[in-house]
């Protein structure tokens, strides 16, 4: 009988109680959950005008602003001519003095050189020191 006692014994001692450790699992759970970093989502902002304003009139089409686009050959185009680009800055002044309110816009293509943009913008500061110039990149839609 002290044979069977002594093998009940052993069994006993090779049983590993698992609470302790599922214990330490949740706690770390918990930890790691409470200093994760969430990702934020990012919405878009849109002004949305209130419906109870005035909408305002269109502008004049006479007064455009001074659109100039590049190429992804560095050419400069106004409308449907090609301008040398000595020849931007009397351009743009003349266009300017039509309409001082107007910005230079150039629509440069993604693979033209930004010596080109500086081209424009330099020219278009010489005419006013305080004209905007925006820059709207543009790639060939592909087919």
Same mark, same amino acid.
């Given at each position: 009988? +002290?044979?069977?006692?002594?093998?009940?014994?052993?069994?006993?001692?090779?049983?590993?109680? &698992?609470?302790?450790? &599922?214990?330490?699992?949740?706690?770390? &759970? $918990?930890?790691?959950?409470?200093?994760? +970093?969430?990702?934020?989502?990012?919405?878009?902002?849109?002004?949305?005008?209130?419906?109870?304003?005035?909408?305002?009139?269109?502008?004049? #089409?006479?007064?455009? =602003?001074?659109?100039?686009?590049?190429?992804?050959?560095?050419? $400069?185009?106004?409308?449907?001519?090609?301008?040398?680009?000595?020849?931007?800055?009397?351009?743009?002044?003349? &266009?300017?003095?039509? =309409? #001082?309110?107007?910005?230079? $816009?150039?629509?440069?293509?993604?693979? +033209?050189?930004?010596?080109?943009?500086?081209?424009?913008?330099?020219?278009?500061?010489?005419? =006013?020191? =305080?004209?905007?110039? +925006?820059?709207? #990149?543009?790639?060939?839609?592909?087919?």
């Amino acid at each position: 009988m +002290s044979r069977r006692r002594g093998k009940a014994v052993e069994e006993e001692k090779a049983d590993i109680d &698992l609470t302790p450790m &599922l214990d330490v699992v949740f706690i770390m &759970l $918990i930890f790691f959950i409470v200093t994760a +970093s969430f990702v934020k989502e990012k919405a878009l902002d849109v002004n949305v005008p209130d419906p109870d304003q005035q909408v305002e009139t269109p502008p004049d #089409p006479d007064k455009q =602003n001074i659109l100039l686009t590049v190429n992804a050959a560095d050419e $400069i185009w106004m409308g449907a001519s090609r301008i040398d680009s000595r020849a931007v800055r009397a351009r743009i002044a003349q &266009l300017y003095a039509e =309409n #001082p309110q107007a910005i230079v $816009i150039v629509r440069a293509h993604n693979k +033209s050189s930004a010596d080109t943009y500086v081209t424009i913008a330099d020219a278009a500061k010489a005419v =006013n020191p =305080n004209i905007q110039v +925006s820059l709207v #990149p543009f790639e060939d839609k592909k087919r």
